[in-house]
């Protein structure tokens, strides 16, 4: 009478192993990325009150500030993510980055430009139509992959 066996073999129980190394190495990559967004949507929304601020000076105000002249909403070391503020004659609001462990974010970054009704940079005084967020001829310098959908410099 035969033996008959029973359980997998050796290659099978390779192929196995590959397959979950495989998902588990795409998995991990995808919540790294993730992660990274959730970071950078942190550093964007410490720009919603100097953003407010740029706002009412274009609505209220006779002429914005000059060249290196403050905005009053600057700041540096003003969370875990983010370094800076900073604010210039346009009103364009830039925010460095720094803290998250990861070059292709740490020492970049992302700004905030006001736009007129014809989505022009604004250049007289007025009321900000929208803001374009992430642009590169701005002055953002993080990769498009990396910003949050509602800042891909539109």
Known sequence: MRKVQAGFTIIEVMVVVVIIGVLATIA????NEYAAR?????????????????????LTADTT???????GCEATNHSKYVDTIGVDEYGI??????????????????TM??????????????????W??????????VSVDRLPSTCRGF
């Open 28 to 31: 991990v990559r995808a919540a």
């Open 38 to 58: 959730a970071k950078v949507s942190e550093a964007i929304l410490a720009l919603t009150n100097c953003r407010t601020l740029v706002s009412e000076i274009y």
């Open 65 to 71: 500030p000059g060249v290196g002249e403050p905005w």
């Open 93 to 110: 609001i830039t925010v460095g980055l720094r803290g998250f462990g990861d070059l292709r974010l740490d020492f970049h970054n992302i």
């Open 113 to 130: 430009a006001p736009l007129d009704n014809s989505g022009a940079l604004m250049s007289t005084m007025g009321r900000v139509a929208r």
């Open 132 to 141: 374009r967020c992430g642009a590169s001829g701005d002055g953002t310098d």
